[in-house]
């Protein structure tokens, strides 16, 4: 009996202990899809250019002639997790009625990586680690989508999380006067 109680907290421990393909590889994540830059400046945001998270080129967070809606975002939000598999499905369904551009706000690049990768995002990102794009557009919190027009102005913002694919088709249709499904 006294053996086994001495056994007792290794046993603990041991089931404390992730398993070693649990953890993230060394390598670092693979994800990488590359960025456009646009040529109409979003309007607030100004000529500002940041790195792709994909590819790490300079990228001018604008509109290149079709609606754009830019969806700030995080690691370690929450309700960006949440969000994260909707606003794909959004881009899947209408990628090429309207754009979407991403933006990792106060994140590293590797964290927000890990994270279009573990979501499967097929859509751009940049990495917006000093949240330009956020206090520019006036965002409180994260998460935030703007849905800005092919002329770069703002024609709205959400800035409530639980926004699904549905919401966001509802919002982006209204707001740019199209017909999307």
Request: net charge negative; glycine share 10%; hydrophobic share 45%.
């Amino acid at each position: 009996m006294r053996r086994a109680l001495a056994a007792l907290p290794l046993l603990l421990l041991a089931a404390c202990t992730a398993a070693p393909d649990d953890t993230p590889g060394t390598d670092g994540p693979t994800w990488s899809v590359a960025c456009t830059s646009g040529t109409v400046p979003v309007a607030g945001v100004g000529d500002l250019e940041l790195d792709c998270l994909g590819d790490g080129t300079a990228t001018a967070v604008g509109t290149a002639g079709k609606p754009l809606v830019v969806v700030l975002w995080a690691s370690w939000c929450v309700p960006c997790q949440d969000e994260a598999p909707e606003i794909e499905a959004f881009y899947r369904a209408h990628g090429d009625q309207v754009d979407v551009l991403g933006v990792d706000t106060a994140d590293t690049d590797d964290r927000g990586r890990w994270f279009a990768e573990d979501f499967g995002m097929t859509y751009p990102s940049v990495a917006d680690p000093d949240e330009e794009v956020r206090i520019a557009l006036g965002v409180p919190a994260l998460p935030g989508i703007a849905l800005v027009a092919p002329d770069g102005t703002v024609a709205r913002l959400i800035v409530e999380p639980g926004v699904t694919a549905a919401g966001l088709t509802e919002a982006a249709a209204d707001a740019f006067g199209l017909e999307l499904a």
